[in-house]
């Protein structure tokens, strides 16, 4: 009798449920897509009770799809937009106020008065990670600081906080669980990398009352058994932070192997193994993934925090496409930029750089510039900004890179991996299921259940389509230098 995997990806622009068979074979699928709220400059949030209606919807859409009932669902696995913050009544399981998303920069006054004389590097030994607006830890001290009564309350045991993967779990479990995994805790900049618990020292120069936080888990076991919504009775057997999730299902199983994933923002990890390795070049220190008791596996990240967003963004605010597909075909119409380049620096700068005061720009504009253009270089930039991380995972970890695997909701567009692979000068490989991420989830279920084991992993792994690249070093570097000059203007 056939057996089934189920993962929820909980993304920056939709949720969705899937189902897998036992080859790692998509069965069914439900998706939503999310409010994308933006009340001020810099501000981003989300509804966390529209992202917990939207779970349960697209929980029965998969199922209905398939016809399987939730008996044949063995294990469910959860993946999750990474650092968004939500703070909950525990008793009522209302949210305090709107989640706020991992874009949003409201918290660099914050971030520098936690960094004080001691700089943004003041936790990273602890953490793996710099002072950043980016992280969990600074919007939640946000929270208590501005939502009325927040910090009496949390003080009181009253209120939770949870990245979306606790939020879900908690809701799932009817309330019953306040859980998180390893690669989730890893980026509220509260936990020790090397002790998995939460840092009693950071969280009182944060003043994050622990009683507030949830416990921390490895990324495969049974925390729970699912008890709302058409999965009721299913064991929850895996949590992965999304780009964990996908390094994972890429099977980037052992030190040296990497993925980069383009979505809303684009993601690199490299494996490097048991042991957290130090950044000297932009790099965050994470946790790549924990199966069980085994030790914790380590990686190093390539954060870009805008990269299909700019995609979103010439559609909604410029309006110069209408669909994100669009881009292609409009980019494919001019052979090149015409000299324009943008970068998106619209919530600073992350990896390599980390510049919060960072804005974005258009530049090398001529009257001959169009929206063609505009649409072939805000492709670019994509590809230049994993550039400048994949420079940086080289100096840090000594690791050539000889092939990228990627994936991701851009990876359909043909024009910008032939340009990845000409401005990394290596092959590009996307592997034949593109939804890495959710397969990475389950994944980590099956192995709680026994359903799958990691050689099976390296199996079921297989390739869609490689672009060699097909750009002279000279040309490579005169462009690459360019669009470094464009960004030293963003700040
Ligand atoms: P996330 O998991 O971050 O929500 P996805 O992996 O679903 O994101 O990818 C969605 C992103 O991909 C969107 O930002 C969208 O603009 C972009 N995108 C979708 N289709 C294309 C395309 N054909 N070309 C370029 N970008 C695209």
């Not at 925090?305 to 979103?312: F, I, P, R, Y």
């Amino acid at each position: 009798m056939s057996r089934y995997i189920a993962a929820i990806d909980q993304g920056t622009t939709s949720t969705r449920c899937i189902v897998f068979d036992q080859h790692g074979r998509i069965v069914g699928l439900g998706q939503r897509e999310h409010e994308q709220i933006f009340p001020r400059p810099g501000w981003v949030e989300h509804d966390a009770q529209e992202i917990w209606r939207n779970t349960l919807t697209v929980i029965e859409e998969a199922l209905a799809t398939t016809g399987l009932g939730r008996s044949d669902i063995d294990a469910v696995g959860v993946t999750n937009q990474r650092e968004t913050t939500v703070v909950w009544d525990r008793h009522t399981g209302e949210p305090v106020c709107n989640a706020i998303v991992w874009q949003d920069t409201r918290t660099d006054a914050i971030c520098d008065e936690l960094a004080g004389d001691a700089g943004p590097g003041r936790y990273q030994e602890r953490t793996g990670l710099p002072l950043s607006t980016y992280f969990a830890g600074p919007k939640l001290r946000w929270i208590l600081d501005n939502v009325e009564n927040a910090r009496a309350r949390a003080e009181s045991g009253d209120l939770c906080f949870g990245t979306i993967d606790s939020w879900l779990v908690w809701k799932l479990t009817g309330g019953k669980t306040h859980v998180t995994d390893v690669t989730n805790a890893a980026r509220t900049m509260l936990m020790d990398l090397r002790t998995l618990q939460w840092d009693s020292q950071i969280c009182a120069d944060f003043g994050v009352p622990e009683s507030m936080l949830p416990a921390i888990h490895s990324s495969s076991q049974i925390y729970a058994e699912v008890a709302e919504g058409a999965l009721a009775g299913v064991p929850i057997g895996g949590i992965l932070g999304d780009q964990q999730a996908a390094t994972f299902g890429q099977a980037c199983l052992s030190p040296g192997e990497a993925k980069n994933t383009y979505g809303t923002g684009n993601f690199m990890l490299l494996n490097t193994g048991t042991e957290p390795v130090k950044s000297s070049h932009g790099l965050l220190t994470t946790v790549c993934y924990r199966i069980g008791d085994e030790p914790a596996v380590y990686a190093l990240e390539g954060s870009i925090a805008v990269t299909g967003s700019l995609v979103q963004w010439l559609r909604d605010n410029l309006e110069i496409i209408s669909s994100a597909s669009e881009i292609e075909p409009l980019a494919a119409s001019v052979p090149d930029t015409g000299g324009a380049y943008i970068v998106p620096a619209f919530s600073g700068l992350f990896a390599p750089r980390w510049r919060p005061d960072a804005r974005g720009i258009i530049c090398g504009l001529t009257r001959f510039v169009t929206k063609a253009h505009l649409a072939r270089a805000a492709l670019e930039s994509t590809a230049f900004q994993t550039r400048e991380v994949s420079d940086a995972m080289r100096a840090d970890s000594g690791v050539e890179l000889t092939t990228l695997k990627v994936d991701g909701g851009m990876v359909v567009n043909e024009l910008l991996m032939q340009f990845q692979s000409d401005i990394l000068g290596v092959p590009v490989v996307r592997p034949k299921i593109a939804e890495t991420t959710a397969l990475g989830a389950a994944y980590a279920a099956g192995i709680a259940v026994d359903r799958w084991t990691q050689d099976d992993i390296r199996e079921i792994w297989a390739e869609d389509k490689t672009w060699q690249p097909n750009m002279a070093d000279t040309e490579r570097e005169r462009r690459y230098a360019e669009w470094n000059a464009a960004v030293e203007r963003t700040y």
